[in-house]
């Protein structure tokens, strides 16, 4: 979705470490690259056989433009403009609704921070590398993103470019804050693998919110503006949010990696079904119909 030019931006919202802060590796659940290695483990193969498959970083043409940062995105049109800014926006705009949403059920919606890194950037569930694509880490209440990862979600694993997929990777993380919140999100260890597992039901939860977010997100308003933040779904729009919703299925990752599809090694779920659970909370935008967990078979 493309964002209202007149919007105005709130950048303190969004902590921007690019620039380089060592690397080590990611404890915690994320939406992408990582994946791939992890997968790899699972099914006893060597993921540095793929270098190269799962490596992040900043990409020609995404993130800042020139040596500009995020305390220059200010306007809905800088967003329409600039990746960065763009995340900045959505961030904005998720930090505007669940407040209110959850509200209605009594929830405290305590606000998330936002860090924007390269390379890789020390977090509260240990030092996090690009190759693990977004995440958000539960100990310090901080969703993470290389920018560089927008590229790899169309190159590596065959997603539209368009902006409400790279919005959708920012509502899916901000998805896991609002479980956190609401104590959904510490099952995915409890039961760590698998079609069925919690940890595939805790994602596809994540993906029902971001979908709920984006039923709301072209009605709720810019706190100092009263405009909203986006302007209308289009068809293009949703057809962008179910593209990047299928590229980081298990299934399309694991063919993609290894050439074989093997179901008990899932932690987030077929393509397919975050295709399913994403339309669900759009359509219903009723954050009681993502109940993942409630249901035989999600």
């Known amino acids: 979705m493309s964002f209202d030019d007149r919007a105005q931006l709130d950048p303190s919202q969004v902590q921007d470490r690019r620039g380089g802060l060592g690397r080590g590796t990611k404890i915690g659940?994320?939406?992408g690259g990582g994946i791939v290695a992890l997968l790899l483990v699972l099914l006893g193969f060597n993921p540095q056989l793929l270098d190269g498959f799962?490596?992040?970083?900043?990409?020609?043409?995404?993130g800042t433009q020139g040596t500009e940062g995020t305390e220059?995105?200010?306007?809905?049109?800088?967003?329409?403009?600039?990746?960065?800014?763009?995340?900045?926006?959505?961030?904005n705009s998720l930090n505007a609704f669940?407040?209110?949403?959850?509200?209605?059920?009594?929830?405290?919606?305590?606000?998330?921070?936002?860090?924007?890194?390269?390379?890789?950037?020390?977090t509260g569930c240990g030092a996090a590398t690009s190759e693990v694509g977004p995440f958000y880490c539960p100990a310090d209440t901080t969703a993470y993103f290389d920018p560089g990862f927008f590229q790899e979600l169309v190159d590596r694993f065959g997603s539209s470019g368009g902006p409400l997929a790279q919005e959708y990777v920012v509502a899916h993380e901000f998805g896991h804050h609002v479980q956190n919140v609401l104590g959904y999100l510490d099952r995915a260890q409890q039961d760590p693998q698998g079609p069925e597992s919690g940890a595939v039901r805790t994602e596809l939860q994540a993906d029902c919110y971001a979908g709920l977010w984006v039923k709301h997100a072209t009605t709720q308003q810019d706190?100092?503006?009263?405009?909203?933040?986006?302007d209308p779904l289009t068809q293009?729009?949703?057809?962008?949010?179910?593209?990047?919703?299928?590229a980081v299925g298990d299934d399309r990752i694991q063919q993609a990696a290894t050439g074989r599809v093997t179901p008990e090694a899932w932690t987030h779920g077929s393509s397919e079904q975050r295709q399913k659970w994403f339309q669900i909370g759009f359509t219903t935008g009723d954050i009681n119909q993502c109940d993942t967990f409630a249901v035989a078979s999600p």
């Open 29 to 31: 659940g994320g939406i």
């Open 54 to 62: 799962t490596g992040g970083g900043q990409q020609p043409g995404v």
């Open 72 to 91: 220059s995105c200010r306007t809905g049109a800088d967003a329409d403009q600039r990746l960065d800014c763009r995340i900045t926006g959505t961030v």
């Open 98 to 122: 669940w407040p209110d949403y959850l509200r209605d059920y009594g929830v405290q919606y305590p606000r998330p921070e936002t860090v924007l890194f390269t390379g890789g950037t020390p």
């Open 223 to 230: 706190p100092q503006t009263g405009r909203p933040f986006l």
């Open 236 to 246: 293009q729009d949703l057809q962008d949010a179910l593209s990047a919703a299928a």
